[in-house]
Each structure stands twice: as C-alpha cells, then as structure tokens.
C-alpha cells in the first residue's frame, strides 16, 4: 500500500467525525434564523470548545483502555477554583491560571496513581474520585459566584481579527502544544501501546505505566483547560453536580463519535474535537428547528444510545465466535 | 508475607471465622468501629430505637446493591441506577394516577420500568458486546430525557400509593419495619438463588471467564442479560420504596444511590473484576455505608465534606483488598 493510504486508514474515524461535524454544522446552520455569521459561529464555537476539551481528556485516558468518569467533576473543579483565582492584576491572573491548570495536572495525576500505581479499577476509582473532586469543589462554592479577570474572559472568548473565534485559536493551539507533542513521543506511544494489548507492550520494554501516567496527569490538565473556558463564558464557579456528570458522559459520546476506541489503541483526541463539536450541533438542531428544550436531554441520550451502538458493527466481522467474549 | 502471618492467625481460630472471607470480616469489624465512635458522640446511638431506623434506611440502599452485586459477580456494572430508580419511583406514582386499576398496577409497574431499562442494558452488553459502563451510562441518560419529557421538566405532582407507604413505612411484625422485612426477603432469595441454583453458579462461572463458560455450553448472554434486567427492576423497586417512604416522586431521588450500591458491593469484598464474593459481604457493606451516612449527618457534615469522605474511603477500602494482582 502506498503511504497515504496506511495515513488514510488511520485517519478514517476522525476524517468520519469531520464529515458528520460538517454536514450536521452545514444543517444548523442553514436553519439558523441569522445564517451563516461570525456571530453564529462564535456562539456554536464557544459551546463546542467547552466540550472539546473534556472530549480531548478522555481521549487521552480511553486511549490506554482506561476510563475517566472524573473529567466533569475535575472539569467543575477547577471551574470553581477559577472563580476564586483568576481575578485582579495581570501577575495575579497568570499565577491564578497557572495554579488552576496545576490543580487540574494534579486531580488527573492523582487518578493515574490510583489506577495505575494503586492497580484499581478506572471505572470505581475514577468515580471514587470524581465524588472527592465535587466534594472538594462544593467547598470552594456551596453557591454559585465569584468573578474572573473580565478583560482575559473577553479576549479568549471574542473573536480575533473581527472573524475567527478566539476559543477555536486556543484550541488550536492546546492541539499544537498538548496533544501533537505527547502523541508523537515515547510516552505517547507506551499509552497507545498499552492500550492495544497491555501484555504485548510490556513484553516489548515499553513504559507502559509511565505513559499511561502521563495520559491520565495530560487528562486532568485538559478538563482544567475545559473548566477555565467555562468560567470565562460564565464569569461564575458553579458546583452543579448534575452538569459535571452530563459533561463526563457527553465526553464519552464525543470519544466515540470521533471515532475513538473504547478497548483503547485507537483514535485521536483531533477525532474526539470534532465528535465533541458534531455532538454539540447534533444537540443544538432542536432549537433551529424550534423544538421544545425539554426534549434535548433525550435527543441527546438516544444519539449516545445510537453512537455506542455503532460500534457493535465489528460484530459482523468476527468470524470465531470465542471473539465475543474478551 | 501478610498472608501467611494471616494464615497463622487464622489456623488458629474457630472454623466459621476462618473461612469467612476476610473482606467481610474487615466491613463487619468496620461496623463495630464506627457504632464505638457514634456511641461516644451521642448516648442514644446504640439505642434499638435508633438502630431499627438505621436498618430501614438501609433497606433501601441494600435492595438496590443487590441488583447491583448481581451485575458486578459479572465482572459488568450498572450505572444506570440513578435514573432506573427515579423511573420506577416516578412511573408508579404516575400510575396511580389512573384510577383503582393504576393504584393496583402502581408497584408492579414501576419496576417493570426499570427491568424494560435492565433488558435494554442486558441487550447491549451481552448481545452487542457494548462495553457495560458505555451502554449503561447511555440508557441512563435516555431514561432521563424520557423522564424530563413525561414530567415536563417538573417533579411530578402524584404521589405514592398507600401501599408503596405500607411497603416503605409500615409494620406488618410490630417493631420490625416492612422495609426491612423486604431486604430480608430479597437478601434471601438471592442468596439461595447465587448460591442453590445453576443460574447463580453461572453468574460465578461468567464472571471468573466468559469464554470457559461458553465453552461449556452455558447461554452466557442469556444469563448476562437476565441479570441485568434484575438488577434494572431491583434498583427501580428500591426507587418505589423510597417514593414510599418519601411519599412522592423527585427528579434526582436516584442521584445518591450509585456511588453507595457501588460502594457497598466492592466494599463488602465482591471484586469489582467480577466471579468472587459473598451476599454477607454485601449486607456489610449496605450497613457500613449507612451507618456511615448517618454520622456524618449526625455531625451535620455538609454535603461537600460526605462527598469527601465517601469517595476517599471508598479508594482507601479498595487499596486495602479491591487491587488487581501485580503479576502479568
């Protein structure tokens, strides 16, 4: 086969999510009352981002066949500790930022002990921990409020040059900075290595826990990028217990859209961006078509139902049936 | 090294203790702890009075972790607890609303709901070999929306049935709480069911090694999926109870029940990888946890702080016994 083709299988569930993230954005927009506009698409932009950070960390975690049913909980976390830091003079902003992405690398290190050095189940202790980081974030806000520095809010929401929404560049730029890096080194390969077969990694000298370390540590800071977008949109720290749950599940639906595989080994969290914003769109036709908000959560919970099914199609292909059971 | 100090201790001890699992000894001496720590807070914490309230409390919480136990023996888990038992408080107080038939109907109802909800879960993991916590965190958001959709997005206004109040606060036996009586009888049902039946044994069997079990001619997702339709009808019966005992309905009733019926499994020594673990132990846990609850709101913890000390103790309890062996 020639090279762009071996590119192009690699490729085909994010080349997928980018097609449906197109056609769904094309629809939604095209029944948009204003159109296709700048602000439309910053609008959509800022909801899509919020997710697709998230999406980007469990990404980062299904990869190595793990879970993270914390990320939401992380996600408002660092939410919460953002109303409280980023506030006042410049210095006192990037400290409070650094701090809050600091907060975020630790919850995800902390679940990456647990799993990996503590050799726990990611679902239990992932959901053990989830409870500690709502906890931990219901302290810091028993009520809604707080403030965050309104000028950073404002440029890292808005638009940069009048047209391209400044929460796509910084996505942009978190990819670049983030994902490409840790993708292409060693630790990246041990976390894709381990999640395709654990045992043939190890026999092979990979450093499978550190790498899976390192996924699960990236995937906390990630939701903290997520839970600082939020509290730039809202300018509030909430501890809302029901929305850290309905974003790990979103970020769930995002992975699988973006055509991330739940046995781990395969996908990329550029895939899970574009299943986040496709899932996101998909969830926001209901009001184009002015439907009542009241059946979005089942809209959107039949589109999960549906996604994760999708996946039972490989059935199809096995030809031992001892494949079923792994 | 620990295991044979263990097994040194243990040599010398009283038969049924040494071939007690140790898990369950340790949520037991656990029980102990913390009844010695509430008595020294409070007098009346050792009263019956008290105690009897505690165990009807924990009823509920101990109908839910039984379906729940079910599924975890799979090596399998249900996350769809929380709005399984919000849809079987929720349907059964809706069909009390039509007429003498609808209050009859109330109960069975309710928890036909939630095994609808199990059937679709068992549907996916066994048949579709969907990984279970992806198919059950997505049944449980599309009984949520359908939930959102028949409330309009309020709590609905019925409320509970007499007989689901019976049920939840009655006394059929005077002193002994109709809820209670309940937990015992489903307890023990599912006792003999996991431990005289062919069915339970191929829970054990499927949880050890689903291939092995299919290898010797067990219809492994047949047995998977009834599984999850129990565990779906449990939680939602444990969501009409609660209704009774609360006398009506609410959205997020279910929300407080997963991470305690997961809890109570794992730490009553059932390992969440599924084939190993004893009903007693689940009984443990149910107590442990509710005992639990009940001294932090004795203490009037906040709600941040309980959140805290659940999940920490829940990792904690875990690292002690809940870890996957170190060798490949």
Redesign the interface.
Known sequence: MKDWRYWLAEQRGTLLALGIFIVMFAIYSANHPAGFSANVVQTAANKGVLLAFVAMAQTLVVITAGIDLSVGMIFLLTNCLASWLVVGTPMQTTLGLIAVLAAGLLCGAINGAIVIYGRLQPIVATIATGAVYYGIGLLLRPFPGGSVNEDLADALTGRVFGVVPASLVVLLAVVLVIWVPFSRSVLGRAAYAAGSSETAAYMSGVPIRRGKFAAYALGGLLAAIGGLFLTFFTYTGEAAYASGNAYTLFSIAAVVLGGVSLFGGKGSAIGAIFGALAFRTIGDLLFVFDFDPLWQPLFQGVILLIAVSLGAFALFRVRNRLEWFL | MSETTLGGIAGRMPKFIRRADPAVLTAFACIVVLLLLGSLYSRSFLSPEYLLQQLKVASFLGVIATGMMLVILLGQ?DLSVPWAVAAGAMMACAAAAYGPAGVALAIPFGIFCGVLIGIVNGI?VAY????S???T??????????M??YT??FSPQDSATGAMRYLATGFAIPGVPNAVIIWALIGAAMVFVLTRTGFGRTVYGIGNR??AA??SGID?RRVVMIAFAVSGGLSAFGGVLLAGYASKAAQ?MG?AY??PS??AV?LGGTS??GGRGSYLGTVAGVILITLLQSILSVMQM???????????V??AM??LY?????S?
Do not use: C, F, H
């Open positions: 888990i996916g579709l070999r969907i990984p916590m992806i198919i965190l997505a049944t449980n958001a599309v009984a949520q929306g359908l959102v959709v309009g997005g689903e291939r299919y290898l492994t997020s929300d997963l991470l997961i809890a794992v969440i990888l906040p709600e941040a702080g309980r959140q805290i000390i659940y999940g920490v829940i990792v875990l690292l809940g870890r996957a062996p170190a490949r």
